[in-house]
């Protein structure tokens, strides 16, 4: 069941790129696949769990596959530098998380009444390692009505960097007014936040660097207890 004219109009997998957008986006705002199955229903879009589970995951694989496209691009010096952000005030901000990821350790035997054993999972701490790029004022605000650009991984510190650096190279960041890179104390991301500098070609002049007002006032908070 290939249907090359279908795959021109961006239909994959029997599905269109809007339904696929849709279904993806829903299970991301959702805390779980049932609950975004369910709110596809109530709008009129009666699915599987499993065609929600299958979709999402594959888009996810998609534009990680994507991704490391540009990054490719990007160390053969191929791709080139944008304009979005030219003359604008920037923010550059990064961030290490914690998320708990499950890990099966014991599959299940049998179904329903028939079932022998049940699952069993391991949860494990990682980190994930986040970027946020985004305009604001004079007075550091959002702008409003402005796109945030988000994005984020499970690699290295080195790796968070380079990537960090793809996308201010991508939005023309080396034609901003002003970068702000915005962060909490983690030596990991001062220390190479210099190397970023050079390796978009910011100019030094434009380049400001701020402590998270949050991290900031707990330390605060820590100091004055």
Avoid at 138 to 158: H, L
Avoid at 164 to 188: I, K, N
Wanted: aromatic letters at 6%.
């Amino acid at each position: 069941g290939l249907y090359p004219e279908l795959a021109v109009f961006g239909f994959h997998q029997g599905q269109s790129a809007g339904l696929t957008s849709r279904v993806a986006r829903q299970s991301t705002l959702m805390p779980s696949f049932e609950l975004a199955r369910q709110e596809l229903a109530r709008g009129g879009l009666k699915l599987n769990i499993k065609v929600v589970h299958r979709s999402t995951h594959r888009l996810g694989q998609q534009l990680l596959i994507a991704r490391r496209r540009d990054l490719e691009r990007y160390r053969d010096g191929q791709m080139p530098a944008g304009t979005q952000l030219a003359g604008k005030r920037i923010v550059a901000q990064v961030d290490g998380g914690r998320i708990r990821l499950r890990k099966v350790t014991r599959k299940q035997k049998g179904k329903g009444k028939a079932r022998k054993q049940k699952r069993r999972y391991q949860g494990q701490w990682r980190e994930p390692k986040l970027l946020t790029i985004y305009e604001i004022d004079a007075k550091g605000q959002m702008v409003r009505q402005s796109r945030a650009r988000i994005d984020g991984t499970f690699a290295g510190p080195d790796e968070m960097m380079e990537l960090l650096a793809m996308h201010l190279h991508r939005l023309g960041a080396a034609q901003a007014e002003v970068v702000v890179f915005v962060s909490d104390g983690a030596p990991w991301i001062w220390d190479r936040l210099p190397w970023v500098v050079q390796r978009v070609g910011l100019d030094s002049k434009k380049v400001a660097y701020a402590l998270d007002w949050c991290h900031a006032l707990h330390h605060v908070g820590l100091a004055l207890a």
